[in-house]
């Protein structure tokens, strides 16, 4: 270890990190307060006190354990903040706070915890949210990851606001709001050196709220929002079709999939529809509101290639159908298990 401007500084996370004493505190101190200061946060209780007039609430939870933690257009940390806004957001609901939990492993390298708690304060700073409370812990040399994150989100949603997914009802729409498969591909690619995949794909985290509340705010009716992360597309669809018990006829042609994810979908036997997204929502609205809600996501840099890919229908109830490129039909179902191992 060295010392820096009169504070003890390692180069690497020992257990004595996590093992509540001087170098649990400053590492509490230089690494994370100094990245996603506010009040709440710095009054270091073991819960955060906050105050929210509002009645309806939004209250998630998640953990990231993406292999590896940096990915081409995002890292561990970025992801942690953006999945658990997200998942407020597809509520419906304004996010507003977070907490913030890391189970690190011996040995770590201080300067990648710094970079991984920067980039998810920079998503908390781009969409004021605030990280309030949260904790850390050290395990042994080898019986981790690197890092594991969990989070928790609130979030406050409008009254009347209801975008759950068994609200899809028939003649709807649904629209995607850009390409699938780019995180999970991205992230395998960065991974698996061995099969040398050369590619110039960007994982597509990203935080949706912005784009999100002026689609509620223009079209107060949506049915149901989803973002489709692990499993894909296809797991989203095929649950809400389950859940509403309904049917979905999507077309293969309507896809928006990038020629590179394309590609290695194909050159390893793999369904872009399975594959996972980090910055996509499924929209789905009535008929009539189609075009209102196509206009707002367009006009947001996130959305600019939202597209309608098919509609609900009565039947076959709880089913999702691919209408194919040579006008035959395929039953999607959802993954029996997980293409890619720790996309998120």
């Keep these: 270890m060295k010392k820096e401007t009169g504070k003890l500084q390692d180069d690497i996370i020992l257990l004595a990190h996590g093992g509540g004493g001087l170098r649990s505190k400053q590492l509490i101190r230089d690494v994370i307060l100094s990245a996603l200061e506010n009040p709440i946060l710095a009054q270091l209780d073991d819960g955060a006190c906050i105050s929210i007039p509002e009645s309806e609430l939004v209250f998630t939870t998640d953990s990231y354990v993406v292999t590896p933690i940096f990915f081409p257009g995002g890292d ?46 920079k998503i908390t700073r781009q969409t004021s949210v605030q990280v309030v409370t949260g904790d850390t812990k050290v395990v042994e040399r080898g ?22 997914v068994s609200n899809a009802r028939n003649g ?7 390409t699938i498969g780019d995180h999970g591909i991205a992230v395998m690619s960065k991974r698996e050196k061995a099969l040398q995949l050369k590619t110039s794909l960007l994982s597509d985290v990203a935080p949706l709220w912005d784009m999100i509340e002026p689609l509620i705010m223009a079209v107060p009716d949506i049915h149901c929002l989803r973002d489709p992360t692990r499993g894909g597309v296809a797991t989203a669809l ?37 594959v996972a997204n980090e910055g996509k929502a499924l929209v789905i609205c009535a008929q009539a509101d189609a075009d209102r809600a196509l206009r707002v996501l367009r006009s947001h840099s996130l959305g600019k290639e939202t597209a309608i890919i098919g509609t609900v229908v009565s039947q076959p109830a709880g089913t999702v159908l691919l209408e194919t490129k040579l006008g035959g039909e395929r039953i999607i179902e959802t993954p029996m298990g997980e293409n890619l191992p720790r996309i998120c």
């Design 172 to 178: 709807d729409v649904v629209m995607i709001t850009g």
């Design 238 to 274: 095929c649950e809400i079709a389950d859940t509403s018990g309904k049917g979905v006829r999507i077309q293969e042609t309507a896809l928006p999939i990038k020629k590179d994810v394309q590609a290695v979908c194909n050159l390893l036997g793999l369904d872009p529809l399975n």
């Design 76 to 121: 561990i940390g970025k992801l942690a903040a953006c999945g658990t806004i997200n998942d407020l957001a597809m509520q419906g609901a304004e996010p507003r706070y977070l907490s913030l939990s890391l189970i690190i492993e011996e040995g770590f390298h201080m300067r990648d915890m710094k970079r991984i708690v920067e980039s998810l304060a």
């Design 143 to 164: 019986k981790g990851n690197d890092i594991f994150i969990n989070t928790a989100g609130i979030g406050v949603r409008n009254p009347g606001t209801n975008v759950h």
